[in-house]
């Protein structure tokens, strides 16, 4: 029985670890970020590449404005985290900085929420992140 137990274990284990979603790699591309309050939708982008850059574009009438920053992604097997840096606030915006945990990432959604600031905080950091691929 005790054989049966740990070949059962095995098996799982590695179903699970194959199944699982490598972030870093399947993040690379462009998502819409997902506004709740009254700003028109599809107006600001977020651009991921495979070298752990990112580039916000939020576009206003006929201005464009454009945060360019760095990202890092924990793909750890128990919950995946990613951090920001290098984010700045424009035109109403929040800077991005921070750790985020991704609460969801699966079908071309990507929702994370950010629970500690740069400086290590805790209070005031949550911040709901929800985005869509475009591409």
Known sequence: MKIGSIILVII???ILMTGCTNVADEIVGTWE???FDTQ?????LCTFDDSGNMVRMATYGDSLYIDSCEYIIDNSILKKKMTITGSVKFFGL?????????DKFKDDILIMTRFRLPNDEKAGA??????IRKN
Do not use: H
Not at 40 to 44: E, V
């Open 12 to 14: 799982s284990t590695f």
């Open 33 to 35: 970020y997902q506004t």
């Open 40 to 44: 028109p939708s599809g107006t600001i």
């Open 94 to 102: 929040p800077p991005l900085d921070g750790l985020y945990r991704i």
């Open 126 to 131: 949550y911040l709901r992140v929800e985005m």
